[in-house]
Structure formats: structure tokens, C-alpha cells
């Protein structure tokens, strides 16, 4: 006698009960996502049958992104992307995931410049060319440098810029914050520099410590390291009239919107937006 084949509803609960013994973040959406991954559809097709039976072959392709992500590989990791302000984007462990706070850079520099205007900007820490390709996206007439220190990553920026058909606007250039430009005019200057401080890795989930990378995480000791040479860096190279925009930690703004005073002389506006939490994430200056 034959052994009926488990529905999908049965698969869905069964990942989903493992899942959540694993103690992975959102176990149920997890669960839903790897095994649309697994059949090549999406989360919507699941719905719309979940009463088929699965057979050992489709069973086969599930079974090994259930382990891995029991493991606590982020969704993102196994799904090879990530969605960052409506546009899709490849990711792997040689970048930081693209989180929604960072989408607030981007509705930032839409206050400062109109869509049709002609400027020059620099991504700092570009990572996956989440920033980058976006604001080249929305900016038909803007050009940028994107800087960072990781190989690896600048390959993931130099695909995603392709894939959204705006590399020929784009130089990658593997470096140290922006130590390797000579005196520039740049219009705007974006990062999202590592700011984590090492002792604080007790404050991130096992996904985040365990699988992104380190050198994208911590900013030394207490993640502030890299601000001073930053922050000269663009004193250097930022065109008069030149704007700033500068993810950090909450806790670090009051510190950041102090060097900003000391580093420039001249007179500098600086504003600090809340993220989708309600925290301050956002440096926005103006220089004179």
C-alpha cells in the first residue's frame, strides 16, 4: 500500500514547527519564502494550491534550504537578493544585507536635489551598490565614484549596477574611505560605514554576527573609528555647497554632529532624521 504524498499545507507546517524550534527569526515567513525558492514560484502560487501533494523530487529541493537556514543563514544569503526601495538587488556573504532604515538616505537626497538635475556624488562603504544604483536609478543625470575596501563586494555592486543598466555612470573603486581621490568636487557623499562597536556583539541576533560580514559590521571598539578620517576625507573633497548624508547608531549622532562642527570651519547645516523605528539614523549636512 502506497503512502500518500504531504500537501503543501503539510510541508508549510512542517518547516515551520522546525523552524521555530530552531529559533530563527520569522519562522512561518521563512518557511514560505524557501519553499516558493525551492518549487520556482512565489509565495502567492503557495496559497493558491495548498492542497497538491508534493512529490519526493520537489521534496529534495527543499530539504537543503531548510537545513541552512535552521542553521541561521539569512533569507536573504539563500535566496541570493534582497529588495531595497522597490528595485531587487543579488546579495551574498561578502556584503551587508540592505536594510529598510537605509531607504531613508535615499528619500533624504531626494529633498536636496531634483530628479533632473546634473550632480556628482560618491557611495562610501558602497557594499552591495544598494545606494549607488538607486539614486542612479532615480537621477538619470547624476554620476558617482562608489568606494570599498572589500573585492568581493565591489564584484556584488559592479552586478547590481549592471543588472539596473546604470554601470556606465558608475566608477567602483576599491580603497579606504575616500583617501584615494585627489582634491574633488563632489556634490554629495554618501555612507553607510561600518558603525557597530566590537563590544557590542552580544546586542546582535545569531544571523547578523554568525554570516554577514565583519568587516561591514564593526567600526573598532566602539564603531566610531572610522569617523574622524572620514569626515577630513570630505572636508577634501566636497565641492562648496556640498551635502552630506551619513547612516550611524542613535547612540552615536550627538558625537558625529560634533565633529562636523570641528572638522569643517565653515558653516555647516546639519539635520538628523528618525528611521521607520523612530530612532535617529540620519546625518544630513550642508556645507557652506
Same mark, same amino acid.
Given at each position: 500500500?502506497?503512502?500518500?504524498?504531504?500537501?503543501?499545507?503539510?510541508?508549510?507546517?512542517?518547516?515551520?514547527?522546525?523552524?521555530?524550534?530552531?529559533?530563527?527569526?520569522?519562522?512561518?515567513?521563512?518557511?514560505?519564502?524557501?519553499?516558493?525558492?525551492?518549487?520556482?514560484?512565489?509565495?502567492?502560487?503557495?496559497?493558491?494550491?495548498?492542497?497538491? @501533494?508534493?512529490?519526493? @523530487?520537489?521534496?529534495?529541493?527543499?530539504?537543503?534550504? $531548510?537545513?541552512?537556514?535552521?542553521?541561521?543563514?539569512?533569507?536573504?544569503?539563500?535566496?541570493?537578493?534582497?529588495?531595497?526601495?522597490?528595485?531587487?538587488?543579488?546579495?551574498?556573504?561578502?556584503?551587508?544585507?540592505?536594510? @529598510?532604515?537605509?531607504? $531613508?538616505?535615499?528619500?533624504?537626497?531626494?529633498?536636496?536635489?531634483?530628479?533632473?538635475?546634473?550632480?556628482?556624488?560618491?557611495?562610501?562603504?558602497?557594499?552591495?551598490?544598494? $545606494?549607488?544604483?538607486?539614486?542612479?536609478?532615480?537621477?538619470?543625470?547624476?554620476?558617482?565614484?562608489?568606494?570599498?575596501?572589500?573585492?568581493?563586494?565591489?564584484?556584488?555592486?559592479?552586478?547590481?549596477?549592471?543588472?539596473?543598466?546604470?554601470?556606465?555612470?558608475?566608477?567602483?573603486?576599491?580603497?579606504?574611505?575616500?583617501?584615494?581621490?585627489?582634491?574633488?568636487?563632489?556634490?554629495?557623499?554618501?555612507?553607510?560605514?561600518?558603525?557597530?562597536?566590537?563590544?557590542?556583539?552580544?546586542?546582535?541576533?545569531?544571523?547578523?554576527?554568525?554570516?554577514?560580514?565583519?568587516?561591514?559590521?564593526?567600526?573598532?571598539?566602539?564603531?566610531?573609528?572610522?569617523?574622524?578620517?572620514?569626515?577630513?576625507?570630505?572636508?577634501?573633497?566636497?565641492?562648496?555647497?556640498?551635502?552630506?548624508?551619513?547612516?550611524?547608531?542613535?547612540?552615536?549622532?550627538?558625537?558625529?554632529?560634533?565633529? $562636523?562642527?570641528?572638522?569643517?570651519?565653515?558653516?555647516?547645516?546639519?539635520?538628523?532624521?528618525?528611521?521607520?523605528?523612530?530612532?535617529?539614523?540620519?546625518?544630513?549636512?550642508?556645507?557652506?
Amino acid at each position: 500500500m502506497s503512502v500518500a504524498s504531504p500537501t503543501l499545507r503539510e510541508i508549510l507546517d512542517k518547516c515551520t514547527r522546525f523552524l521555530t524550534e530552531k529559533r530563527v527569526d520569522s519562522p512561518r515567513l521563512s518557511a514560505e519564502l524557501l519553499v516558493a525558492e525551492a518549487l520556482g514560484g512565489s509565495r502567492l502560487d503557495l496559497f493558491l494550491d495548498l492542497d497538491k @501533494p508534493l512529490r519526493e @523530487p520537489e521534496l529534495a529541493r527543499i530539504r537543503p534550504l $531548510l537545513v541552512r537556514r535552521g542553521s541561521g543563514e539569512p533569507m536573504a544569503y539563500i535566496l541570493g537578493r534582497r529588495e531595497f526601495y522597490g528595485l531587487d538587488f543579488h546579495v551574498s556573504p561578502e556584503v551587508l544585507i540592505p536594510r @529598510p532604515d537605509t531607504e $531613508l538616505g535615499i528619500e533624504r537626497a531626494l529633498t536636496m536635489f531634483s530628479r533632473d538635475e546634473c550632480f556628482f556624488f560618491a557611495d562610501v562603504g558602497t557594499g552591495s551598490g544598494a $545606494l549607488a544604483t538607486t539614486l542612479l536609478t532615480l537621477f538619470p543625470y547624476a554620476h558617482c565614484i562608489a568606494t570599498d575596501i572589500s573585492f568581493g563586494a565591489l564584484r556584488v555592486a559592479q552586478n547590481n549596477l549592471l543588472r539596473h543598466r546604470v554601470g556606465d555612470r558608475c566608477l567602483l573603486v576599491q580603497g579606504n574611505l575616500l583617501g584615494h581621490l585627489g582634491p574633488s568636487r563632489l556634490d554629495l557623499i554618501v555612507a553607510n560605514l561600518p558603525y557597530i562597536g566590537e563590544r557590542n556583539t552580544a546586542s546582535l541576533s545569531r544571523e547578523v554576527l554568525d554570516f554577514e560580514p565583519h568587516l561591514a559590521l564593526f567600526g573598532g571598539a566602539d564603531g566610531d573609528e572610522l569617523f574622524v578620517p572620514f569626515l577630513e576625507d570630505v572636508q577634501r573633497v566636497v565641492a562648496p555647497g556640498g551635502g552630506l548624508l551619513m547612516e550611524v547608531d542613535p547612540v552615536q549622532v550627538p558625537g558625529v554632529c560634533h565633529l $562636523l562642527q570641528w572638522v569643517f570651519s565653515r558653516k555647516t547645516e546639519i539635520g538628523v532624521y528618525k528611521d521607520l523605528g523612530g530612532h535617529e539614523r540620519y546625518i544630513q549636512a550642508r556645507f557652506a
